[in-house]
């Protein structure tokens, strides 16, 4: 079964994707910070770190997703269903499980497969490079770069149809919080997204509060856990199945002295973790806080 979306440019179809239970999992999202240096110092000290029970993706800037790739190991490595790129795919499984377990993935996507698109990517470039995931929707480009819900949507789609989960974004601003609106907000950014995608289609949410953003301030460990609930529940709304599958991650000022109480409420599945993650021990002590 598939399901079609008109973007701007082009009418894609989904393939029905890849279920899967759910992860537990901590995001780094470098933002525009970082060099190669960063790459090559950080990537082995996370490879060695990194254990079964919870994944660990880093998400570079753009132009060092090559070097990650390179240096975790996986270029070329293609996840997705349907056709599959790079020499890679002809490894073995017990060569594959030699490689690094790091995953890594991309801070943005475009909304098209293809075209005059100055200084944009295609969910199927970063399939090429070996990329699992991409961010989407993340609140400094729904700000900065005037994204709406539906373009959101349309790029959670694209990956898809590539074979990339995407982590799809969603949170509210403190004046929706303070007029009682998060939850209807959510509700709204989240809608935009669900019809697009068949049922059971493997995506990450993460539930970033504006708020908490770079700010230092974090959802307190209750509140998170009441607006994650929320979610699933909306979730399950479109199908139970898939809500209890679907990983939802917190980010907001996670950092290595709040991560575990965050983690532990039982609807926080992980972190996505800016600022802190340019540090690899304090990403590694938040990581650790996520295996529980
Ligand atoms: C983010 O960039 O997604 C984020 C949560 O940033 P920080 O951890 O710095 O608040």
């Known amino acids: 079964m598939q399901i079609t979306i008109d973007s701007p440019d082009a009418t894609i179809s989904c393939p029905v994707n890849l279920a899967a239970p759910r992860a537990k999992m901590v995001v780094a999202n470098w933002k525009m910070f970082g060099n190669l240096a960063l790459c090559r110092e950080s990537l082995p000290r996370l490879s060695a770190a990194v254990i079964d029970s919870v994944e660990l993706v880093v998400c570079p800037p753009a132009p060092y997703l090559g070097e990650v790739g390179r240096l975790a190991g996986r270029s070329g490595v293609h996840y997705g269903a349907g056709e599959v790129a790079g020499e890679s795919v002809h490894l073995g499984a017990k060569e594959l499980e030699s490689r690094s377990r790091v995953h890594y993935g991309a801070q943005d996507v475009a909304d098209v497969t293809h075209g005059a698109r100055t200084g944009e990517w295609s969910a199927d470039m970063l399939a090429e490079l070996g990329c699992r995931y991409a961010i989407v929707g993340h609140s400094e480009r729904r700000d900065r770069h005037r994204e709406c819900n539906q373009t959101v949507a349309v790029k959670a789609a694209m990956c898809i149809a590539a074979g990339v989960i995407p982590i799809v974004c969603v949170g509210e601003l403190m004046s929706d919080r303070e007029s009682g609106q998060t939850e209807a907000v959510l509700a709204e950014q989240l809608n935009a997204i669900l019809p697009l995608m068949e049922k ?11 708020w908490a ?80």
């Open 200 to 210: 059971n289609a493997m995506f990450v949410l993460a539930y970033e509060p504006v």
């Open 213 to 292: 953003i770079g700010t230092g301030l974090a959802a307190t460990p209750e509140m998170a856990q009441d607006v994650h609930a929320f979610l699933r529940h909306q979730l399950a709304t479109f199908s139970p199945t898939w809500a209890e599958s679907v990983t939802i991650l917190y980010g907001g000022s996670v950092k290595a002295d709040n991560a575990a109480s965050l983690f532990a409420m039982p609807d926080i599945d992980g972190g996505l973790v800016g600022g802190a993650s340019l540090n690899v021990d304090d990403l590694l002590t938040i990581y650790r806080a996520a295996n529980i």
